[in-house]
């Protein structure tokens, strides 16, 4: 199943962007147990390759935007929000919102539910940030049911990675102004390592006057500093009281529990990727401070079937335009690489 090669992407390639807008011809919402159910959606061609989209965050949901990374003449493009977020039910920003079963094996299980439920054998994994752990855990458990992988801004939950960004590790030194903020929203008496516990206080406060406030600093540092130029229309779009409640509560959810894995866990477990012989393209941006450049460096080199194409003047955001056109052309490739050989049946 996995004797494909990653596509050698060219520089001449670069120069890709958003395929045209296009609306689900299905979708649904699958009870996936513990009284949640997940939307989920399909696009593009029923008889095309597999492709499942797997969102960030956590919490993050899908947009139409994300519809428009693959080749809808080519691709069965699949689009699902995780628990507790999106069009997903129950939603998170629910005052007695229950995180309980909102973990990072629950939603391995989950798509694995859906894909049994769409009948599908095996799919390409798509995803970036929060989207990239989730479709390594994925790739990991379920490796005979992975095509490929296309993985953007490598994030695992190493300590080290959780230290950097939300601890006052690292980040703080790059973006002084914008922790200034994230540090006044926890309040007073916080030093490094009491971040995410202190955040998890606030946004577990039923009080709308605490955790309002809580999320959309929370949220705004992650998008401010999301992208190498600064992105205001985006900062305002995530002042939504909803978007940034969920996001807020489910990510710091995740990271308290350190994703329920072991420290570096991911980045040891991706011999199964590379015993399975499962291509895959990491693309990363060299500026990229949210999820820095030495994550997808260390799962490079434990993955060699993977190819790593560095964004050299990008962040973390997966519309910066060199990171999207590499992340495009891969797609596009690898609807070339995995497509049946001509006069099969299919």
């Given amino acids: 199943m996995h004797d494909t090669a990653a596509p050698a992407l060219s520089t001449a390639d670069r120069q890709r962007t958003f395929y045209p807008p296009i609306e689900p011809y299905d979708s649904g919402l699958l009870d996936v147990g513990d009284g949640q159910r997940i939307y989920w959606e399909a696009c593009g061609n029923p008889d095309g390759i597999p492709a499942v989209f797997v969102h960030g965050g956590p919490g993050g949901g899908c947009s139409p935007e994300h519809r428009r990374c693959f080749d809808p003449a080519r691709y069965r493009i699949i689009l699902f929000d995780q628990r507790g977020c999106g069009r997903s039910l129950p939603h998170a920003w629910e005052p007695n919102a229950d995180l309980s079963t909102n973990t990072t094996w629950h939603l391995v299980a989950d798509m694995e539910r859906l894909r049994t439920h769409l009948g599908v054998e095996a799919w390409l994994v798509f995803g970036g940030s929060w989207g990239s752990t989730l479709a390594l855990a994925y790739a ?17 939950l190493r300590k080290r990675e959780l230290d950097w960004f939300y601890e006052g590790a690292g980040a703080d030194m790059i973006w002084p102004d914008e922790w200034e903020a994230y540090t006044a929203g ?67 959810h995740y990271f308290r529990h350190a994703g329920w894995m072991d420290d570096g866990q991911l980045i040891a477990g991706a011999h199964t990727l590379a015993e399975h012989n499962i291509p895959g393209v990491i693309v990363q941006g060299r500026y990229d401070v949210v999820c820095p450049m030495a994550t997808a460096w260390a799962l490079h080199r434990a993955w060699p079937q993977a190819q790593l194409h560095v964004s050299a003047a990008a962040g973390h955001s997966f519309a910066e335009p060199e990171t999207l056109s590499t992340l495009i052309t891969a797609t596009d490739q690898f609807a070339t690489l995995l497509a049946p050989p001509s006069g099969d049946d299919v």
Avoid: C, K, M
């Fill in 140 to 156: 990991e458990r379920h490796p005979r049911h992975v095509l490929a992988l296309v993985l953007r801004g490598i994030f695992t």
């Fill in 186 to 252: 926890a309040g007073e008496g916080v030093g490094p390592s009491g971040f995410i516990d202190r955040y998890h206080e606030l946004l577990s406060n039923p009080d709308p006057a605490v955790h309002g406030p809580a999320a959309r600093a929370w949220t705004t540092w992650e998008a401010a500093t999301s992208t190498l130029l600064r992105d205001q229309a985006y900062i305002d779009e995530v002042q939504d009281p909803a978007f940034a409640i969920t996001f807020a509560r489910i990510e710091n």
